[in-house]
């Protein structure tokens, strides 16, 4: 099956700085990379996706990245703020989901 | 549109008792539902794939007699925890996939606290 890793576990910027969280997939089958933002005691919120076809998509102060020769995908954030603050999952799917293990992000004001 | 909303947010009870969550598509049709658990600071953990009309496939390591799934329409699958002990305490969340394209749209979560 697939399995997806996701570093850091915790990142911390200033207010305004660039966030990058970055994650490896291991099944060239999956062909769809969404990433979601979740709040404390909240549901996960799709904020971006890519598809296999497409090496980089952007919107607003959120882009994605992809490279499917070396498996791997990453989550730009622009001039962070401190609602940026949340945990982030990526994802890698084929035939299934399968979500990493998550970013902790804070944004310090 | 794709909205997924679940009832109840929140649900305390008795050990022994058990407790139903819905998780609704209100904006389109979901052939596919899907259940999750999460723990705290942790990833979604799979439960169970749930199709209209048809028995839910659960995830390796899962009881399906105390987590009771049914899914009666398009709109509309639950979650049944049958028999609550307080290790069953945990985030509960429901996604719904919109189409053929594998997007899958969460739920807000059910926190369910058993005492």
């Known amino acids: 099956g697939e399995n997806v890793e996701q570093h850091p576990s915790t990142l911390s910027v200033q207010e305004g700085d660039s966030a990058v969280i970055k994650c490896t997939y291991s099944?060239?089958?999956?062909?769809?990379f969404p990433w979601y933002k979740q709040e404390l005691g909240k549901g996960p919120q799709l904020i971006i996706d890519?598809?296999?076809?497409?090496g980089e998509k952007k919107d607003q102060r959120i882009a994605v990245t992809l490279n499917k020769t070396a498996k791997h995908f990453s989550l730009h954030i622009t001039e962070t703020q401190p609602e940026d603050s949340a945990v982030y999952f990526c994802?890698?799917?084929?035939?299934?989901?399968?979500f990493g293990t998550g970013t902790s992000l804070t944004v310090i004001p | 549109g794709a909205v997924v909303s679940q009832h109840p947010s929140w649900v305390i009870c008795k050990s022994g008792t058990s407790v139903k969550i819905e998780c609704r598509s209100l904006?389109?049709?979901?052939?596919?539902m899907f259940w999750y658990r999460q723990f705290p600071k942790q990833s979604l953990m799979l439960m169970a794939t749930?199709?209209?009309?048809?028995?839910?496939?659960?995830e390796q390591g899962v009881e399906k007699d105390k987590f009771l799934i049914n899914h009666a329409s398009l709109t509309l699958s639950t979650l049944t925890v049958t028999s609550a002990h307080p290790e069953d305490s945990s985030f509960y969340i429901c996604?719904?996939?919109?189409?053929?394209?594998?997007?899958?749209?969460f739920g807000p979560g059910t926190r369910l606290t058993v005492l």
């Open positions: 996604s719904a996939d919109r189409g053929a394209l594998n997007e899958q749209f």
């Open positions: 099944d060239s089958a999956s062909n769809y």
């Open positions: 890519i598809r296999s076809n497409v």
């Open positions: 994802a890698a799917t084929g035939n299934q989901f399968y």
């Open positions: 904006d389109f049709q979901a052939t596919t």
């Open positions: 749930s199709n209209e009309g048809s028995k839910a496939t659960y």
